[in-house]
């Protein structure tokens, strides 16, 4: 790295500054107080930040903000940092005895600019950014600088001598620190704990697989169990498959028994229509033999009738005969009668006149004697008439009467006839009848033969009934069978589906806990080895490093210091704990009674070698150093030779502070500080 310019705003004593720094080595000269040490802390809180320091410390009093922009090059890049400080607004100061405490301050915007691309960053982002920068291979730690540029590059005017003063033990920290030989430490105790840790875990491990023989165990039976279940299950599969058989067979036999229920079952309906059949035709033939016998009844009836109106004789006369005759007498009777009129009215006349006396036509008196004859006669002819009428009226009907007979035999003659008609459609009807009795009476027999065939048939029906149920029920029952198997089988298959469940996660089990037992074994391993071979690798590197770096270390010490004291009597070395020890001539000398420029000596000799071994160990190269005060208590001589020493060092840029005036002849530019009213100014001036 070299340092290309630096621009300050309210740091410290400066206002405003920008300084540009040369190649080469440069001196930044002034009095006490100038701001000399200012610029260096600046170029470190620039590039690191403020780290375990307060803000206060770079920030001017008075002021609420500031900033650090710092330009330099770093592998081959030109990179331009900016870091600025911000006091905290809301409190301005306290008072403390007296006086103003300012208040606090952090750290405000910053950034970085690589070859001229900006990123702005937080604080911490930036110091990892910046280590990467500058290829410093160290854990970035927000709560401090950089090790490697402390020990390595920049020497704070306090630590120049200090390190020469630090008790032995704090020394070796320190410088473990820069060399980071410490690390080793470090990770050997990681180590140790991390080796601890994997045993613990092994531990936990084993026992969490404590359980492993007892899932053997368990496999082992299942592994017994299944061929068992399975046996048992082919044989419940073949007692399946054998009901199922019967089932089919029987099943076979009740189709037939129902074919032939169906059979039997047709004919023994039969009983019934044959039962109706079977009256229909009893009822037929009482009723035909009813009939037959009625007009049976009838005919004897017929016969007698005829018998009787045969014994009716022939009349004498014929119907025109007593016709006729009955018209005569019919004539003598209205002849009769209308004479007995006249007969009538003259025994009237005579009457009148004989019982009157005279005649009414001449009205002259009559005869009574003569009249009285008269009378009597006309009475006689009238009675005689009448008689005669009624011997006609009496003949009339004697002949109606005999009219009557004959009409009467005609009549049963005319009966006669219908009734012999009658006899032979009866007679007829009889036999038809008979003849129809017959074949009913054949029916019936039919009937009644077909009738004992039903009866049987139905008998036949009963039995093959009672046969399908028989067989009906012994299905079913080996349905039952069947069912109960089929259940056995779902219950074993269940089972066996169970166990081999069961076995894969049991199997897996023991593969994880197996696997675990491993992992155990592993851990066990690698806790091993972190101990017994790489923390003891560790340590023989550390102390390897550690020889190999007091033995660099010595060599520069013992050159830079023999460098600026030119007494041969005099040496440097380093015991284990590198407290630096002086010999003269072989004896060892009390670093108390060194003079001051040997003690100043004996500090940048001792700064330097660590300087350089630092600067190798994290092969960050050799191009910058950066010292304050290095000269203190020097005698002019000395300080010429700080001049040869640095160009010995065949460094790019050394950055010097110091109040000696004297070395400005050993540099290659040089800077003055004034401060005038408290603010610090830079000029440079002629080498
Ligand atoms: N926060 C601050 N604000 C203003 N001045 C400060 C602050 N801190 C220290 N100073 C002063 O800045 C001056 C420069 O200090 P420094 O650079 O260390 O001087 P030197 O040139 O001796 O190295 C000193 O007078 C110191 O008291
Ligand atoms: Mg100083």
Redesign the pocket.
């Known amino acids: 790295m070299i340092i290309k310019s630096m621009r300050l705003k309210n740091i ?2 400066y206002e405003e500054e920008e300084v540009k720094f040369p190649e080469g080595i440069i001196l930044f000269e ?1 009095g ?7 610029l260096l802390l600046a170029i470190e809180f620039a590039l690191f930040g403020i780290g375990n320091e307060k803000g ?6 008075g002021k609420n903000s500031g900033h650090v922009e710092l330009t330099f090059e770093a592998g081959g890049k030109d990179v331009r940092v900016f870091r600025s400080l911000e006091r905290n607004r809301r409190s301005a100061g306290t008072l403390h005895q007296g006086t103003i405490v300012p208040a606090s301050v952090k750290q405000g915007e910053c950034w970085v600019e690589v070859d001229g691309a900006r990123t702005s960053y937080s604080p911490k982002e930036m110091k990892e950014n910046i280590l990467k920068v500058l290829s410093y291979n160290e854990p970035a730690d927000p709560k401090a600088k950089s090790v490697i540029f402390r020990y390595a590059v920049y020497t704070p005017q306090e630590e120049m001598k200090e390190i020469l003063s630090q008790p032995p033990d704090l020394r070796l920290q320190t410088i473990r620190k820069a060399l980071r030989i410490e690390e080793y430490k470090i990770a050997m105790e990681n180590a140790r704990n991390i080796a601890a840790d994997l045993r613990r875990n092994a531990a936990i491990i084993r026992d969490g697989a404590k359980r492993l023989p007892e899932v053997q165990k368990e496999i082992k039976a299942t592994e017994e169990e299944l061929p068992r279940l399975e046996a048992e299950l082919r044989q419940v599969e073949k007692e399946v498959g054998r009901i199922q058989e019967e089932i089919e067979a029987l099943k076979a036999e009740l189709d037939r028994h129902r074919s032939e229920q169906l059979k039997y079952a047709k004919d023994a309906e039969d009983v019934q229509n044959i039962d109706v059949d079977l009256q229909n035709v009893r009822s037929q033939i009482a009723g035909r033999r009813a009939d037959i016998s009625k007009h049976k009844r009838r005919l004897e009836e017929l016969h007698a009738r005829i018998e009787t109106l045969q014994q009716v004789k022939e009349p004498a006369m014929s119907e025109a005969d007593v016709e006729m005759m009955l018209a005569q007498a019919k004539a003598s009777l209205s002849e009769y009668d209308s004479e007995i009129g006249k007969l009538k009215a003259d025994v009237e006349r005579m009457r009148t006149l004989v019982e009157g006396g005279f005649c009414p036509t001449c009205n002259r008196p009559i005869d009574g004697t003569e009249y009285g004859a008269h009378l009597h006669e006309a009475q006689e002819k009238y009675e005689d008439a009448k008689k005669m009428r009624q011997a006609t009226y009496d003949r009339i009907k004697e002949l109606e009467d005999i009219k009557k007979t004959i009409i009467n035999y005609e009549n049963n003659k005319k009966e006669l006839n219908a009734l012999k008609e009658n006899v032979t459609n009866t007679e007829d009807w009889i036999f038809d009848s008979e003849q129809r009795l017959s074949d009913a009476e054949d029916q019936e027999k039919k009937l009644l033969a077909r009738r004992l065939k039903a009866i049987d048939a139905a008998k036949r029906y009963e039995e093959v009934k009672a046969e399908y149920e028989d067989c009906n029920q012994k299905i079913k029952d080996k349905e039952r069978d069947s069912k109960r198997q089929l259940e056995r089988k779902a219950k074993l298959e269940q089972e066996m589906a169970t166990a081999t469940l069961n076995m894969e996660h049991l199997r897996a089990e023991a593969d994880r806990l197996e696997a675990e037992l491993r992992r155990a074994e592993r851990l066990s391993w690698h806790s091993e080895w972190l101990v017994k071979y790489f923390a003891a690798a560790l340590e023989r590197i550390e102390l390897t490093v550690m020889n190999t770096v007091r033995r660099e270390f010595e060599e520069e010490f013992s050159r830079w210091f023999s460098y600026l004291v030119e007494d041969p009597s005099k040496g440097v070395r380093i015991d284990e704990d590198f407290t630096p020890l002086v010999t003269q001539d072989s004896y060892e000398q009390e670093l108390n009674n060194l003079s001051g420029g040997e003690r100043t000596s004996l500090a940048l000799a001792y700064r330097l070698a660590l300087n350089r071994v630092v600067q190798r160990s994290s092969s960050i190269g050799t191009d910058l150093l950066i010292l304050d005060e290095p000269t203190d208590g020097f005698s002019k001589d000395q300080i010429g030779k700080l001049g040869d020493l640095l160009r010995e060092l065949q460094l790019r840029q050394a950055v010097i502070v110091s109040h000696e005036r004297e070395l400005e002849g050993a540099v290659d530019h040089i800077f003055r500080i004034h401060k005038e009213g408290g603010k610090s100014k830079v000029f440079p001036a002629m080498a």
Do not use: H, Q
């Open positions: 410290r004593t002034g006490i107080g100038a701001g000399k040490s200012t206060t410390t770079l920030l001017s009093i």
